[in-house]
């Protein structure tokens, strides 16, 4: 009982300290529309192959991109599994360039088996982050006295904490299904000024919006032997898309402190929602030593509305691919153990910028996973390599560099002491 009020103690400040540490971990200027970054849907085996998970049956991580893989944790393994990146990312548009670092919160969960016939997990996920602070300057040529400056800010994002289960059907299908509870502050700002003309006044437009609601994943995997030591494994999750639960305020300030401010702030009625989304993956397992897998996913944001505005966004489409390698599950070095992850991906993401497609995003991974002296849990390394390309010479470029670590501890709880 102590282990179970230890355990449930350290996922509650984890929680907590996620929820804080969430915050603020993204400069990319994209992420001045809609929701933001949306956040992958990956532990830290899935994130280094690509994030391939739909198809993943690993009993020794948390998989919950797909809440059917929680029937693959054996009858006496408890998992707690958590994750941190860090980052640096350089933005051109072709001009100039800016260097930004940041740390980000990944994901913490817990999973255990309940029955033969069931897994359960909870966890807290991020689910987009928004942060970015630009400055535009407008120059009239004709008459400088009107030459402005605005400043962009904003900051926020959305979490969710989830519930989970799976059931397996038969031998070789088993079904799942997320509850999640969704919420979050989005605040942005536009401040106008005149540099060259005292005599006009600044002008600052701000809006925050409260968002929360619920989230529904559901998930199915079935597993095909093709003899002793091959295995195929089909996947797939849906995810229903729905308005949000949103109450929405604007703040508009002419003048200043100096000058004397004119405040005026008012609620808003905005809809808000989120898409459906549909994903499909397939893994082949060799010897449960080689695993090889892709996925594909899709979701409908153009079919969303934000905002009252229903064409705001593109659909947002991903493919990636990805494999991980262990030399000799039951060799005697260390290094037999080793896990070697590699992948790939590409990504379109939502983001709409004067009626077209904002940017394509590729990216591509690796890492280890390097297991704990007498334990069964994992130390895991990533690093990833990611490019957006603008689809527009004037939109901008990112390239970001990620190092991602995880800690999953995979522990002997459910099991009966013998005394003699």
Same mark, same amino acid.
């Not at 944001?301 to 064409?311: E, F, I, L, S």
């Given at each position: 009982?102590?282990?179970?009020?230890?355990?449930?103690?350290?996922?509650?400040?984890?929680?907590?300290?996620?929820?804080?540490?969430?915050?603020?971990?993204?400069?990319?200027?994209?992420?001045?529309?809609?929701?933001?970054?949306?956040?992958?849907?990956?532990?830290?085996?899935?994130?280094?192959?690509?994030?391939?998970?739909?198809?993943?049956?690993?009993?020794?991580?948390?998989?919950?991109?797909?809440?059917?893989?929680?029937?693959?944790?054996?009858?006496?393994?408890?998992?707690?599994?958590?994750?941190?990146?860090?980052?640096?990312?350089?933005?051109?548009?072709?001009?100039?360039?800016?260097?930004?670092?940041?740390?980000?919160?990944?994901?913490?969960?817990?999973?255990?088996?309940?029955?033969?016939?069931?897994?359960?997990?909870?966890?807290?996920?991020?689910?987009?982050?928004?942060?970015?602070?630009?400055?535009?300057?407008?120059?009239?040529?004709?008459?400088?006295?009107?030459?402005? %400056? *605005?400043?962009?800010?904003?900051?926020?994002?959305?979490?969710? $904490?989830? !519930? =989970? &289960? +799976?059931?397996?059907?038969?031998?070789?299908?088993?079904?799942?299904?997320?509850?999640?509870?969704?919420?979050?502050?989005?605040?942005?700002?536009?401040?106008?000024?005149?540099?060259?003309?005292?005599?006009?006044?600044?002008?600052?437009?701000?809006?925050?919006?409260?968002?929360?609601?619920?989230?529904?994943?559901?998930?199915?995997?079935?597993?095909?032997?093709?003899?002793?030591?091959?295995?195929?494994?089909?996947?797939?999750?849906?995810?229903?898309?729905?308005?949000?639960?949103?109450?929405?305020?604007?703040?508009?300030?002419?003048?200043?402190?100096?000058?004397?401010?004119?405040? %005026? *702030?008012?609620?808003?009625?905005?809809?808000?929602?989120?898409? $459906?989304? !549909? =994903? &499909? +993956?397939?893994?082949?397992?060799?010897?449960?030593?080689?695993?090889?897998?892709?996925?594909?996913?899709?979701?409908?944001?153009?079919?969303?509305?934000?905002?009252?505005?229903?064409?705001?966004?593109?659909?947002?489409?991903?493919?990636?691919?990805?494999?991980?390698?262990?030399?000799?599950?039951?060799?005697?070095?260390?290094?037999?153990?080793?896990?070697?992850?590699?992948?790939?991906?590409?990504?379109?993401?939502?983001?709409?910028?004067?009626?077209?497609?904002?940017?394509?995003?590729?990216?591509?991974?690796?890492?280890?996973?390097?297991?704990?002296?007498?334990?069964?849990?994992?130390?895991?390394?990533?690093?990833?390599?990611?490019?957006?390309?603008?689809?527009?010479?004037?939109?901008?470029?990112?390239?970001?560099?990620?190092?991602?670590?995880?800690?999953?501890?995979?522990?002997?709880?459910?099991?009966?002491?013998?005394?003699?």
């Amino acid at each position: 009982m102590i282990r179970y009020r230890q355990s449930l103690l350290v996922f509650l400040f984890a929680v907590v300290s996620g929820v804080a540490f969430a915050q603020n971990n993204t400069n990319s200027p994209y992420t001045r529309y809609g929701y933001g970054q949306l956040s992958d849907v990956g532990s830290s085996n899935s994130k280094a192959m690509g994030g391939v998970a739909y198809g993943l049956r690993d009993g020794s991580q948390v998989n919950f991109a797909n809440p059917a893989s929680y029937t693959a944790v054996d009858s006496l393994t408890f998992i707690f599994d958590g994750a941190v990146s860090l980052q640096n990312t350089n933005f051109s548009n072709g001009t100039l360039k800016q260097n930004a670092k940041n740390s980000s919160f990944d994901y913490v969960t817990m999973l255990f088996r309940t029955a033969p016939w069931c897994g359960m997990s909870f966890g807290l996920l991020p689910y987009s982050n928004v942060g970015y602070s630009m400055t535009e300057y407008r120059a009239d040529e004709a008459y400088p006295e009107n030459s402005s %400056s *605005v400043k962009y800010a904003g900051d926020g994002g959305l979490h969710q $904490l989830y !519930v =989970g &289960a +799976g059931f397996k059907i038969f031998k070789n299908l088993s079904v799942g299904a997320n509850f999640s509870y969704l919420w979050g502050d989005i605040s942005r700002s536009a401040y106008l000024t005149f540099p060259s003309d005292a005599n006009q006044l600044p002008f600052l437009r701000a809006s925050s919006a409260s968002l929360h609601s619920y989230k529904l994943d559901f998930g199915a995997q079935y597993t095909q032997m093709l003899g002793k030591k091959h295995a195929l494994t089909v996947g797939a999750v849906v995810s229903p898309g729905h308005d949000l639960n949103s109450r929405t305020s604007i703040e508009t300030q002419v003048g200043n402190s100096s000058t004397g401010a004119t405040v %005026s *702030v008012r609620d808003s009625v905005a809809t808000y929602g989120i898409p $459906l989304t !549909v =994903g &499909a +993956g397939l893994t082949y397992v060799y010897d449960n030593r080689l695993t090889v897998g892709a996925d594909f996913m899709l979701q409908q944001w153009n079919k969303t509305t934000y905002m009252n505005a229903k064409d705001a966004f593109c659909s947002r489409t991903r493919i990636g691919v990805g494999a991980e390698y262990i030399p000799n599950p039951m060799g005697r070095s260390y290094l037999a153990h080793v896990k070697y992850r590699i992948g790939a991906y590409f990504s379109q993401p939502y983001y709409k910028i004067n009626g077209i497609r904002a940017a394509d995003e590729y990216g591509v991974s690796g890492g280890f996973a390097f297991p704990l002296l007498r334990t069964r849990s994992l130390l895991s390394v990533t690093a990833q390599y990611v490019r957006v390309k603008g689809k527009h010479p004037s939109f901008l470029d990112e390239n970001t560099l990620r190092i991602s670590i995880g800690i999953t501890f995979n522990e002997r709880w459910f099991f009966k002491s013998r005394v003699e």
